[in-house]
């Protein structure tokens, strides 16, 4: 084995590829025959999406695991631990499996070079491999079409809300960025979108290549009932359902497209009304109005862009506090930040402004250039900046009385370093 300690793989892997970000399914395909995963043995359900993606995944496992299905789950980034991205029965695997499954990956991998998401993804699977899980919930890590998951075909495919982000890579409108995650899409295999208003270039792709879609507002809906809800697909409902755990109005919209993949998983995994309580109930995310405990009130959510921004500002907005609302923001340059500020600035009372110190971080000089043009530089004058987050949240909560409300968002690294 190469190394002994998880830390010093990941270190190695950081800076094993030329790029971190290289997106192609040939390395990572070669890789996974070499090891023999192209058939891994179970069922797989491919989450792509700009926002939601998480929520989505977290209700599918929680649902499952309900149920008393053996579940895996892969996502990322993660917040605290790289342990968090692979997931068996909702508890994440131990360093000793990741270690395990590197040491696989490398001997394996020969003179083909992978970069960290790569060496990840192939980690999962062949952890869920191991472990004999009967169904994993998988998530792309960015597009769908060249994304390393992508290199296991979908028993079912989910698409979550299409927005712009990760222009870079993905193009820069929406019917782009939705031709990328229809790569996700497999001939003849069942598809949900749970996206109200899908890119056209999504639909075509699907109808061209024979992947029956079961679409948001045509094949299934769903509406708020008081403090219950009720879904519906055709002859299938289920009524009197609980509202999900995971704060926010959208999390319906997220949550009818779980129960829309169940319905195409119900021959194979039948789930019941019980397990579909139970999951809603007993879902957990943190990083997703993530509200900490004690006086003044925290609310920990990862928005980085300005879909997820404006989801944010609405919840806000529903659930007022007393007092004023501060944020502590962070962000990565490559975010539209001048347009993820302005979907905030109407929630936004006080705004403190962190560096973050990982690649592609923002200066906060460069966030209060932002907020100038949004608010204009009389108002983003009194903005403050920070050399780091703690920094931030530390005179926020100072200067914050008992009955203000403190927000810190911006991005993955922004929470993580809340919570850490």
């Known amino acids: 084995m190469r190394f ?16 971190e970000i290289e ?44 149920a008393g299905y053996r579940v895996g789950s892969y996502t990322s980034p993660h917040l605290l631990r790289y342990n968090e991205r692979i997931r068996i029965q909702g508890e994440p695997v131990s360093d000793a499996e990741l270690c395990d499954s ?3 990956i490398d001997a394996a991998r020969g003179d083909i070079s992978l970069t960290y998401f790569e060496f ?21 890590g960015l597009g769908g079409r060249l994304d390393a998951v992508n290199v296991l075909d979908a028993d079912v495919a989910l698409i979550t809300p299409v927005a712009v982000d990760h222009v870079a890579w993905l193009g820069e409108d929406r019917e782009a960025i939705g031709r990328e995650k229809a790569g996700i899409l497999r001939a003849g295999r069942p598809a949900v979108v749970s996206d109200p208003e899908p890119p056209r270039s999504l639909l075509e792709h699907a109808r061209e290549l024979g992947a029956p879609l079961a679409l948001a507002g045509r094949d299934y809906d769903f509406a708020a009932q008081g403090g219950q809800w009720r879904w519906v697909a055709g002859e299938r409902r ?65 928005a ?67 907020l100038a043009s949004v608010l204009g530089e009389e108002a983003a004058v009194q903005a403050r900046c920070f050399a780091d987050v703690p920094a931030a949240r530390a005179v926020a909560l100072q200067e914050a009385a008992g009955d203000d409300r403190l927000l810190i968002c911006g991005s993955f690294h922004t929470v993580a370093a809340a919570l850490a």
């Open 102 to 104: 590197f040491a696989r």
């Open 304 to 370: 980085h862009n300005p879909h997820s921004a404006r989801a944010l500002a609405q919840t806000l907005a529903r659930q007022p506090c007393a007092g004023r609302t501060r944020a502590v923001l962070g962000m990565l340059e490559d975010k539209d930040i001048v347009a993820t500020l302005a979907c905030l600035r109407e929630v936004i009372d006080h705004w403190y402004l962190a560096d973050l110190d990982v690649a592609r971080g923002a200066p906060a000089e460069r966030l209060r250039e932002a």
């Open 4 to 19: 002994h300690t998880l830390d010093d793989w990941l270190h190695w892997q950081e800076s094993l590829h030329p790029s």
């Open 238 to 302: 289920r009524e009197a359902l609980p509202l999900p755990a995971l704060r926010g109005g959208f999390q319906l919209a997220n949550a009818a497209g779980v129960l829309m993949v169940l319905a195409q998983l119900a021959e194979r995994f039948p789930v019941d009304q019980r397990a579909v309580r139970a999951g809603l109930l007993s879902v957990n995310l943190p990083g997703r109005f993530q509200v900490l405990p004690g006086r003044p009130l925290q609310v920990l959510d990862v």
């Open 120 to 140: 990840g993804t192939l980690a999962a699977i062949d952890c869920l491999r191991r472990r004999a899980v009967e169904i994993a919930v998988l998530e792309v």
């Open 23 to 66: 997106l192609g399914l040939e390395r990572v395909r070669a890789v996974l025959e070499r090891m023999g995963l192209a058939d891994p043995g179970f069922t797989v359900v491919t989450v792509a999406g700009t926002n939601g993606k998480g929520s989505s995944v977290a209700m599918l496992e929680s649902i499952l695991n309900a």
